[in-house]
């Protein structure tokens, strides 16, 4: 049973069409939430991190919430270079980052 | 600068042959990952490391096996029983886990 689950897999936008990305945790006793974001062929380069539900945190055209279930990214008016692969971790007592699948943005001009 | 580096960035392996990752960082971290990811899987945890000498199996260790003899180096060794071993991996380390990882580039395993 996923721990992490991230959707929508993939989204296409167009320059400047906002939208939200999606993760998901059935962890209990959660330390931080982790946004990451991946080019190909790249390590993951951090974001945000979040602990606590009602935590907000924004980044240029990026921003990330939490509640106690879930947590959304944000992308205002996003551009080409925004296209990249988005991965989500969680923190749990005990063990290491526990990641989701990642979701796959394409922004297109 | 401080970081973290994955040597070499490509690797081919004949079947049969063990082959090993190299994964070196001057961040200080008490704590190193080894992940691997493949299309449409997510990161997967291979091995972990919280301080020298020490080390814990992670989701998919089977095929895969480390050591940590110093601080700054967590090297993943590819062995002959990982069935599947084409795969991106990734090679992470953090002070603490609540403050997240810092990954290095990566390196990509094919075997030909």
Known sequence: EDQVTQSPEALRLQEGESSSLNCSYTVSGLRGLFWYRQDPGKGPEFLFTLYSAGEEKEKERLKATLTKKESFLHITAPKPEDSATYLCAVNQAGTALIFGKGTTLSVSS | ?112
């Open chain 2, 1 to 112: 600068d401080g970081g973290i580096t994955q040597s070499p960035k490509y690797l081919f392996r004949k079947e049969g042959q063990n082959v090993t990752l190299s994964c070196e960082q001057n961040l200080n971290h008490d704590a190193m990952y080894w992940y691997r990811q493949d299309p449409g899987q997510g990161l997967r945890l291979i091995y972990y490391s919280q301080i020298v000498n020490d080390f814990q199996k992670g989701d998919i260790a089977e095929g895969y096996s480390v050591s940590r003899e110093k601080k700054e180096s967590f090297p993943l060794t590819v062995t002959s029983a990982q069935k599947n071993p084409t795969a991106f991996y990734l090679c992470a380390s953090s002070m603490d886990r609540a403050y997240g990882y810092t990954f290095g580039s990566g390196t990509r395993l094919t075997v030909v």
